[in-house]
């Protein structure tokens, strides 16, 4: 798990293939939960950096609670959704 700081931005990044290959979605969103399981960002897009590469920068309050925060990524086409969850620890 990666251990962070409060004071510095946090990229969540995430990468879509179809088939192997490097695909823009219609939609890419995410959320991310704090300790307790409330969203600090909420369903928000993400920024497409390039074909199948999106990123997010995530800027923690300076009283952001410490703890293990909960990361979900969703790529969104059509009816389909591929989601792609991931941890980070803020220190």
């Known amino acids: 798990m990666k251990e962070l700081d409060r004071d510095g931005t946090i990229i969540c990044d995430m990468t ?3 088939n192997g290959v490097l695909h823009n979605p219609a939609q890419a969103i995410i959320t991310i939960k704090d300790p307790v399981g409330l969203p600090v960002v909420d369903e928000e ?3 497409r950096e ?3 590469k999106y990123y997010y920068d ?3 309050a300076p009283n ?6 909960q990361v979900k990524c969703v790529a969104i086409e059509g009816l389909r959704s591929t989601p792609i969850e991931g941890v980070f620890y803020l220190k």
Not at 64 to 69: L, S
Request: proline share 6%.
């Open 50 to 52: 390039g074909t199948g």
């Open 58 to 60: 995530y800027n923690p």
């Open 64 to 69: 952001a609670k410490r703890g293990c925060y």
């Open 45 to 47: 897009e993400m920024t």
């Open 16 to 18: 879509v293939r179809v």
